[in-house]
């Protein structure tokens, strides 16, 4: 088993920036390709970004490609999501998961609570 905990949502102005965390337990952190995902009000699960084990790959969804960067310490078991140039759109409640590399939620086993992340205009 793996426990996933998010932190560093918040209320932001649009134009600003956040750094989610995502602590990992239990398996070893470095075994397994980490992803975030982000689900606003009345719509599903989106693939943000994903990081392979290594660090080697990432890869990211259009809409955030440029202003998010997704980087992880296999140290500190810890997966990370710089978010830079927010906009309203990017409000939603943001989730790390655990498992292969893929922008589907059906590619990961593990997923953390979520933390909320809002962008005022």
């Known amino acids: 088993q793996v426990q996933l905990v998010e932190s560093g949502g918040g209320l932001v102005q649009a134009g600003g920036s956040l750094r989610l965390s995502c602590a990992s337990s239990?398996?070893?952190?470095?075994?397994?390709?980490m992803g975030w995902f982000r689900q606003a009000p009345g719509k599903g699960r989106e693939f943000v970004a994903v990081?392979?084990?290594?660090?080697?790959?990432?890869d990211y969804a259009d809409s955030v490609k440029g202003r998010f960067t997704i980087s992880r310490d296999n140290a500190k078991n810890t997966v990370y999501l710089q978010m830079n140039s927010l906009k309203p759109e990017d409000t939603a409640v943001y989730y790390c998961?655990?498992?292969?590399?893929?922008?589907?939620?059906?590619?990961?086993?593990?997923w953390g609570q979520g933390t909320q992340v809002t962008v005022s205009s």
């Open positions: 239990g398996r070893p952190f470095s075994g397994y390709n």
């Open positions: 990081i392979s084990r290594s660090s080697y790959r990432t």
């Open positions: 998961a655990a498992g292969d590399y893929g922008r589907t939620p059906h590619d990961y086993d593990y």
